[in-house]
């Protein structure tokens, strides 16, 4: 069940918006630093 | 072990002694080859997985002490070989920047960009920070031109991706020094605040009109920012700073403007910073990028404990300069002049022997560490082998 | 060494064994003390600097180490104790929470707050996660009321230190866990989509008008949160996680609402959150706050391998209910109902008799693993006294 939303990109949603880098394997780890983000923005109601 | 230790002491000692003008055992080498050149060096050796591109080498961090590791076992230092002024790809793609872009075949590049109007100068000499965080970030970075709550998580990630790539390159650096007896360094980053000025935020080109145009304006946000530019390098306490702490700027439009521009716009906001970077005992060098001759009076005025890069330029003034001139208490050290081309065209005889004239010249009772005129680029042959015979020739013959 | 490799393996497969369904070697004992009961009692043992108070403890993570081995020292327990579900104080203040505030006594609070307003519903259920983060969150942390840029600063603050002091704490939990052989025991968090409405955007009070003035906003509002409370538990690549992967979720809001409110509001999202979290086989660890044993039959409806800790409620109930209604090829795992108060109360012989009057009921079989009926708030004797008999006593005794 995956969820939608405008402030959270996941790396498929990212690498369309740059295409530039889409090959380059080591640039998937933004998408740990856009899930740590995630998480304490998730922490924070709770 | 025991060895190691004895030699790291000695290169130590070799800084000590330069740093605070004396004469030290014999001159001491320094390599800043640029990151790129380093990876490059390291895929031609095989040294990283097979297929591997620089630009994706630039991308993986798990594969860069290897690299960093194979340059500083096939060239000789004085100093820890590293990453040189890295500038982290995952950052500036996190942000989407326009001002720092990697090129296809992975090399960081500085498009000339501007972010601030001239019909904003008053607003950002009021509080350059603030102006800087609020109104110029969103132009330079794309990913925060958005919404306040994504921006601030974009934020979020690009500075914890910053700090943890800069942990593990220090983590690096720590084992680096350790394996081949390198003394520790501590330093710091700053910008005259002309440059700071000219690159980020107005541009090459529009800088020179505002020199013309709004010259007051200009003054002011150069005098506006000093402060800023002091605090970025000695941070919140220099007091607790290590008293070998060094603070490193780049100098840039210096070579692009007349001695009466440099005068009146680049010096007097920067001799209040580095004032101020040596107000506690602690020292700068400076990279002096491309030909600045012809400000090097003033360049001289500089006191404290202030090491000089040059590029291009007449040594033998330098040196006259400096051993005449040099303000009373204050030691200004000479490096680089060797123009690292030597590499690429010469043979090994001729590299040693340029090295020779050189020394004769700016290493006369000390005052010199080696360094090339800039970071070398590249590493392609003949340019390795010249140099690991130069630095070796340097390290076993330089000798006071 | 080797011997704690043994221990570590018996530990392990004993949480195995009553998590898949199978009757362990023993009953596996946890122990789940307040931090702030772990710091306190450091405090009474000496281990922490004379005249460090609990609150400056909890500000102080170079302590942490020694408040947690003090208790692990002393106390038996087959699983890691440890921070328990710490709020960091530095996080909250850099982030100025109105809704996580420390006490000068030093325990974290968490006063009754709101943020989302009953006209804001539509807006929310649109994109919870957006809402929140643009619109919600400057309202109950005031540090983020401010200029753009300075929230993004702010929270780029937040997630540093936040990430430094849990890293801190892994590294410690890693080294306890070595130290005395604890088993790894990966987990995440999440919570019930109503509990997450009612805690910190509507309020406790707040949430019962809903319920009468705007039933079908609060159950869409639950339904829109189903997703984002799935991807807390699980994170964005459940199939890498390990087997022994569990969700800890503490439950809040049933205990002060009907039965029918129960079925219409609470249960059916939650519900979807359960069967997400499960889909992959992982498990879940409830904690039953309070009396939910009139909820209990709906509850007994999850499937997968869940475990339910009690804190009141009529342990004969339970036992025969999830003996004979768990959904086939289910796993329901009781822990809890020992009354912490028995510890405060009673002699040792008191507080081992309670346990055995418990096991009779609860253990008969397996599908038990000791814990307390809530996280123990105060270790000030003779609870610490009765506790290290009680687990000594359980761990040589309890084998089935």
């Not at chain 2, 501007?114 to 950002?124: G, K, R, S, T, V």
């Not at chain 2, 680049?266 to 030909?291: R, T």
């Not at chain 2, 340097?394 to 006071?400: Q, S």
Request: glycine share 6%; with cysteine.
């Amino acid at each position: 069940m995956e969820f939608k939303t405008k402030d959270y990109y996941t790396w498929d949603e990212y690498v369309k918006l740059h295409p530039e880098i889409q090959e380059v394997e080591g640039a998937k780890k933004i998408q740990e630093y856009e899930d740590a983000v995630f998480s304490l923005m998730m922490r924070l109601f709770r | 072990m025991e060895d190691m230790n004895l030699l790291r002491e000695e290169r130590a000692q070799l800084f000590r002694d330069i740093y605070s003008g004396k004469k030290p055992k014999r001159v001491p080498v320094q390599q800043s080859p640029a990151f790129e050149a380093t990876i490059q060096y390291a895929i031609d050796a095989g040294v990283t997985p097979p297929g591997k591109t620089r630009r994706e080498v630039f991308w993986e961090p798990d594969l860069w002490f290897d690299i960093v590791d194979y340059i500083n076992s096939q060239i000789y230092s004085d100093t820890a070989i590293g990453v040189g002024a890295i500038r982290l790809p995952i950052l500036y793609q996190s942000l989407g920047a326009r001002c720092i872009i990697m090129s296809e075949s992975g090399v960081m590049q500085h498009p000339e960009v501007h972010c601030l109007e001239p019909e904003e100068y008053d607003a950002y000499i009021a509080d350059p920070m603030t102006y800087q965080i609020e109104v110029l970030l969103p132009r330079l970075y794309t990913e925060l031109d958005t919404t306040p709550g994504r921006r601030a998580m974009v934020m979020a990630k690009a500075m914890k991706a910053n700090a943890d790539h800069m942990a593990k390159i220090g983590g690096m650096m720590r084992q680096i020094s350790q394996k081949y007896g390198y003394p520790g360094m501590a330093s710091g980053r700053s910008t005259a605040p002309f440059d700071y000025i000219a690159d980020f935020l107005r541009g090459f080109s529009r800088i020179n009109t505002d020199m013309r145009r709004c010259p007051d304006k200009l003054l002011e946000a150069c005098d506006a920012i000093i402060p800023m530019m002091i605090r970025e390098s000695l941070g919140s306490d220099p007091k607790k700073l290590p008293p070998n702490h060094r603070t490193f700027i780049p100098l840039h439009m210096g070579s692009f403007i007349s001695t009466k521009q440099f005068e009146r716009f680049w010096y007097p906001s920067m001799k209040k910073v580095m004032d101020g970077l040596v107000a506690y005992g602690h020292g700068v060098d400076l990279f002096v990028e491309d030909d600045w001759m012809r400000h090097m009076e003033a360049m001289n005025e500089f006191t404290g404990s202030i090491r000089y890069q040059f590029e291009k330029g007449d040594p033998v003034y330098v040196k006259k300069l400096f051993t005449e001139q040099t303000p009373p208490g204050s030691v200004h050290i000479i490096t680089g002049f060797y123009q690292s081309d030597m590499l690429r065209y010469n043979t090994k005889e001729e590299c040693i022997d340029a090295a020779k004239k050189l020394f004769d010249i700016v290493a006369a009772d000390g005052g010199y560490v080696f360094n090339f005129d800039k970071g070398l680029f590249s590493l392609a042959e003949p340019v390795a082998s010249n140099l690991k015979a130069l630095s070796e020739w340097i390290r076993d013959n330089a000798v006071y | 060494m080797d011997d704690l490799n043994l221990l570590r393996e018996e530990r392990a497969k004993l949480f195995r064994d009553v998590y898949s369904g199978i009757k362990p070697k023993r009953i596996p004992i946890m122990q789940s003390p307040a931090f702030e009961a772990t710091i306190e009692y450091a405090i009474t043992c000496g281990v922490t600097p004379p005249g460090k108070t609990r609150r400056d403890i909890y500000w102080e993570p170079d302590y942490w180490f020694d408040v947690i081995d003090n208790f692990n020292a002393n106390f038996y327990s087959d699983s890691a104790v440890g921070a328990g579900s710490i709020r960091l104080p530095i996080l909250y203040q850099i982030l100025g929470a109105r809704c996580i505030q420390m006490s000068e006594s030093g325990v974290m609070q968490h006063p009754e707050v709101h943020c989302l307003e009953p006209e804001e519903y539509d807006d929310y259920i649109a994109d919870p996660m957006t809402y929140q983060i643009e619109v919600l969150m400057p309202r109950i942390y005031t540090a983020l009321d401010t200029t753009p840029g300075r929230r993004a600063m702010v929270i780029a603050e937040a997630l540093k230190a936040n990430a430094d002091h849990m890293a801190k704490i892994g590294g410690i939990m890693a080294q306890i866990s070595k130290k005395y052989g604890y088993p790894a025991a990966p987990g995440g968090r999440s919570t019930a989509p109503f509990d997450y409405l009612s805690d910190f955007m509507r309020s406790f009070s707040r949430i019962n008008m809903d319920m009468r003035r705007c039933p079908d906003k609060v159950l869409a509002a639950c339904d829109a949160l189903v997703p984002l409370m799935i991807r807390e538990g699980l994170g964005r690549t459940p199939e890498k996680l390990s087997p022994d992967y569990r969700v800890t979720i503490p439950l809040h809001m049933g205990s002060f609402i009907s039965n029918k409110q129960f079925e219409k509001f609470w249960f059916p999202s939650m519900k979807k959150v359960m069967d997400g979290l499960v889909a992959y086989g992982h498990g879940v660890n409830l904690f039953v706050e309070d009396d939910w044993m009139r909820h209990m039959e709906l509850m007994n409806e999850f499937t997968g391998s869940i475990r339910y800790q009690f804190e009141k409620g009529d342990p004969v109930y339970i036992k025969k209910l999830f003996s004979e209604n768990t959904p086939a090829g289910s796993v329901h795992i009781i822990t809890g109902f020992y009354q912490a108060d028995n510890l405060r109360y009673k002699d040792e012989q008191g507080c081992i008799d309670e346990a055995k009057r418990l096991f009779d009921i609860v253990a008969v079989d397996g599908g038990y693993v000791f814990n307390f009926d809530k996280g123990l708030f105060s270790l000030a004797e003779p609870v610490a006294a009765n506790l290290k008999v009680l687990s000594e006593w359980m761990r040589d005794n309890c084998a089935y």
